[in-house]
């Protein structure tokens, strides 16, 4: 039995729900006909998240992510269900969840582009009730934290991209939060910035700090490569969530196999098409040996049974790669589906 309450989680969400009624013309305003019903944004959303856990949340465009990033950040309020942050609720203690949270965009515009860096963020730590030694300290530690040390001096209009993105983060962190919130962070940079700035969110400020990172990200092989857990979204609803593993087992996708080996005759080609698990057998034999193909839902167990019989029969094996379904491929399939799979 699960006896953990809000309070040991990072993130803590029951039935969320958030309802917009659409806006009314000037003659609806005056008539009660043809009212356009209510819109669930968020509809009925449960999450877990675990301290010190870099997790993603993905959906297409009008899934609910924002809708349901702007509650966890206290920007708008639920219309029904509950939300802790750090064991704070979200409606109940909103001026303690904004201490403990972070709240990470790509709006570079907000920054002073004729300002340095350093004085861009003295700036937004005055606004955040930062001030004195305290203040100076804290901006020295959140520059050296993304690297930008030998260029906080300089001003923001000379940042390349990926420097302003790292100064997006600096900011968000001014607060020491335990919870920091990343909308899209490796937007519009090239592709090394884009795998520094992974690696600075796992290594850093994950694994080395012990932070909680939620991630929303269009870049589904982000997501795959960074993320303990991910969740989709579509349609303001959870479809599923877990680990990768975990979206597999729940869509139910097999792994595919290839083997390159030595010659095989036809009575070891029907004996490897019997055995269970190995579906869809290919067997293909030229002159240089034999490319053998399969899939499994039962993963490894099938691959040994194919190893098994290959060497007992004498035969070499010279290369074998498996591979498993990627996040595209699932995300793909369980939007299509609609599937309800949580898995908190």
């Not at 019903?37 to 870099?54: M, T, Y």
């Not at 209009?157 to 962070?185: I, W």
Request: contains cysteine; aromatic residues 6%.
């Amino acid at each position: 039995m699960n006896n953990l309450s809000s309070t040991d989680y990072a993130i803590y969400v029951d039935q969320l729900t958030k309802r917009f009624c659409p806006p009314k013309g000037l003659l609806k305003l005056f008539s009660h006909s043809n009212l356009k019903q209510p819109v669930n944004a968020v509809s009925g959303v449960d999450l877990k998240i675990d301290k010190s856990e870099l997790f993603g949340l993905l959906g297409p465009n009008g899934a609910g992510k924002t809708t349901l990033i702007k509650m966890l950040c206290t920007l708008i309020a639920p219309t029904s269900g509950t939300a802790f942050i750090n064991g704070y609720d979200v409606v109940q203690q909103e001026h303690l969840v904004r201490q403990s949270i972070g709240l990470v965009g790509s709006e570079e515009r907000s920054f002073y582009w004729r300002l340095s860096a350093r004085d861009n963020l003295e700036f937004f730590a005055t606004l955040y009730g930062l001030s004195g030694r305290k203040m100076s300290k804290r901006i020295s530690e959140v520059i050296d934290l993304v690297g930008l040390g030998d260029h906080a001096d300089r001003m923001f209009q000379t940042y390349s991209t990926g420097m302003k993105q790292k100064m997006c983060v600096a900011r968000g962190l001014l607060t020491d939060p335990a919870v920091l919130f990343l909308d899209e962070p490796t937007r519009s940079v090239d592709p090394l910035t884009a795998e520094h700035i992974r690696m600075f969110i796992k290594e850093t400020l994950v694994r080395d700090h012990g932070r909680t990172v939620v991630l929303t990200t269009h870049r589904l092989e982000e997501a795959e490569q960074v993320c303990d857990r991910i969740a989709i979204m579509d349609n303001g609803r959870i479809l599923a969530c877990g680990s990768m593993d975990e979206l597999r087992t729940i869509l139910r996708t097999p792994c595919e196999y290839e083997l390159i080996t030595g010659k095989v005759d036809g009575k070891l080609s029907e004996q490897l098409k019997k055995l269970p698990h190995a579906d869809n057998m290919q067997i293909h034999v030229d002159a240089s040996g034999c490319n053998i193909s399969f899939v499994s839902h039962k993963g490894g167990s099938a691959l040994a049974s194919v190893i098994r019989l290959l060497t007992e029969s004498g035969i070499n094996i010279h290369h074998c790669r498996s591979e498993e379904a990627s996040l595209e491929r699932l995300f793909a399939g369980i939007v299509k589906k609609g599937i309800d799979g949580t898995n908190d």
